[in-house]
């Protein structure tokens, strides 16, 4: 697919969000989707839906809604979905740009959202680019669900924070043989596999591995996605409830079957 003439815009019209019902669809293979009548009241109310388009085509979309944590209103980043002809181009690191742009401009200081830490594209956009952090996780979040994303695993998700007014700083490099890894890993037949787990916390950092190709992990051995989830579960839940945060994601050190999460504790955090 050779790069499309990209616009990016806010959707509002019946016509467009007719569009983006249908593109939801294609990108999860699925037909239970966000009902037109939702997303008309989402853009008339605070929220926000933009548009991705290869000239008249409609090729991604990013759909987001008023949040409120009992202290504060933030927008919440429901969805964001590219047509699988069109993935990989960066067209989903634009749209969240825009959403940001939009965002600032009707007043809100933060975006929320949530992604599964397993998936690796999404978590090198959501931290290394945008420089967003993981502050909390949620066990079986949306309960079990039949797409081709998720069927026959837990939907565990992490909680991303998105302080969109606040400058972040340069990451100072990490040496990251010298960080402590809370899991060994191996690998077998081009897989990253977690092992047994090295359970201190008493470090600045820590890092935590997680496969590179988690999706087709999970096609060639079921029971080993099951057990990164198990184990990377119980870690990021462990380390979030005790007053960690997940600032980044860094290719493994080691092999390049892998990616590795760098936590750090949330008084050290100089990121934001």
């Known amino acids: 697919m050779k790069n499309p003439t990209l616009t990016i815009r806010t959707i509002d019209s019946l016509e467009d969000l007719q569009k983006v019902h249908a593109l939801e669809s294609i990108v999860w293979s699925v037909e239970d989707t966000v009902p037109t009548s939702h997303t008309i009241a989402t853009v008339k109310n605070g929220g926000l839906i933009l548009g991705a388009f290869d000239e008249d085509r ?24 590219i047509h699988p002809d069109y993935r990989r181009l960066g067209i989903g690191e634009q749209l969240k740009v825009a959403q940001k742009k939009v965002a600032l401009e009707k007043g809100y200081d933060r975006i929320v959202w949530t992604y599964d830490p397993l998936e690796t594209v999404n978590a090198n956009l959501n931290l290394h680019k945008l420089r967003a952090v993981v502050v909390d996780y949620t066990e079986n979040a949306y309960g079990e669900m039949e797409d081709g994303m998720n069927n026959g695993i837990p939907t565990d998700r992490f909680t991303v924070e998105w ?7 340069d990451s100072a490099p990490i040496d990251l043989d ?27 950092k820590l890092i935590v591995p997680v496969p590179a190709n988690f999706q087709e992990l999970k096609q060639h051995d079921l029971t080993a996605a099951i057990i990164w989830r198990e184990k990377t579960r119980e870690i990021f839940k ?35």
């Open 58 to 81: 409609l090729i991604g979309f990013q759909y987001s809604f008023p949040g409120f944590d009992g202290k504060s209103i933030y927008l919440y980043s429901h969805s964001l979905g």
């Open 163 to 169: 302080n969109i007014r606040e400058q972040p700083t």
């Open 178 to 204: 010298k960080v402590h890894s809370l899991v060994e890993t191996s690998v077998d037949n081009g897989f990253l596999h977690a092992e047994h787990m090295n359970w201190q916390t008493d470090h600045q």
């Open 238 to 272: 462990g380390c979030l409830s005790n007053g960690w945060i997940v600032t980044d994601l860094l290719k493994h050190p080691e092999n390049n079957e892998g990616y590795v999460y760098i936590l750090e504790k949330r008084g050290n955090y100089d990121g934001d």
